[in-house]
Nanobody
Framework: QVQLEESGGGLVQPGGSLRLSCAASGRIFSINAMGWYRQAPGKQRELVATITSGGSTNYADSVKGRFTISRDNAKNTVYLQMNSLKPEDTAVYYC?????????????WGQGTQVTVSS
């Protein structure tokens, strides 16, 4: 019943910036950690950044200092500010959420948004 919808992807030149958004909607009980993953052409899916409900963050080494993850708990929305983008950042970016209903855990995923970094 709960859905995640990403937005904000697109085409940007190297060195440019984009901000991705992911909003959860539906019958939400409790969302704990949220995060962003990406999958580049010919590569495996990798973690980009995560953030807990308390605001603790974690980043992949490849994006540290360039990307910033944040969230608005009242809006059930997570953001990814991407600066100094590189061609190697090109990938489909997926939003993830840890939805808890009592003692049950549901791993939610969005449909993905394409980010292309090219001159």
């Amino acid at each position: 019943q709960v859905q995640l919808e990403e937005s904000g992807g697109g085409l940007v030149q190297p060195g440019g910036s984009l901000r991705l958004s992911c909003a959860a909607s539906g019958r939400i009980f409790s969302i704990n950690a949220m995060g962003w993953y990406r999958q580049a052409p010919g590569k495996q899916r990798e973690l980009v950044a995560t953030i807990t409900s308390g605001g603790s963050t974690n980043y992949a080494d490849s994006v540290k200092g360039r990307f910033t993850i944040s969230r608005d708990n009242a809006k059930n929305t997570v953001y990814l500010q991407m600066n100094s983008l590189k061609p190697e950042d090109t990938a489909v970016y997926y939003c993830n959420a840890d939805h808890r209903i009592m003692l049950k855990k549901y791993d939610l995923w969005g449909q993905g948004t394409q980010v292309t970094v090219s001159s």
